[in-house]
């Protein structure tokens, strides 16, 4: 069964950094997308930003240039950067991966950008 179990969130202060990590098991294959979203309360869940299945990035417009996604295929691990943040980043931020017509979530890792 597929898992995904991400870390990494926290309270932080406006204009600080944190490092969201999300490790995936229970897979023998590539997943065809993986990256990050987020919701904040009372909001719809967004792209923040993802890996394609060409291997291409894309952010949600609203963190370009501040977010960095990378990832570590032999640990099954992506990562999403976050520096200079604001408090409207506040949010819970999930993992998402994709593979043909399925699709997984991670439970989610909040973030707290005090201002």
């Known amino acids: 069964q597929v898992q995904l179990v991400e870390s990494g969130g926290g309270l932080v202060q406006n204009g600080g950094s944190l490092r969201l990590s999300c490790v995936a098991s229970?897979?023998?294959?590539?997943?065809?997308?993986m990256g990050w979203y987020r919701q904040a309360p009372g909001k719809q869940r967004e792209l923040v930003a993802t890996?394609?299945?060409?291997?291409?990035?894309i952010f949600a417009g609203f963190v370009k240039g501040r977010f960095t996604i990378s990832r570590d295929n032999a640990k099954n691990t992506v990562y999403l950067q976050m520096n200079s943040l604001k408090p409207e980043d506040t949010a819970v931020y999930y993992c998402?991966?994709?593979?043909?017509?399925?699709?997984?979530w991670g439970q989610g890792t909040q973030v707290t950008v005090s201002s």
């Open positions: 998402n991966a994709k593979f043909a017509s399925n699709s997984w």
């Open positions: 229970g897979i023998d294959f590539s997943f065809d997308a």
């Open positions: 890996f394609t299945p060409d291997g291409s990035r």
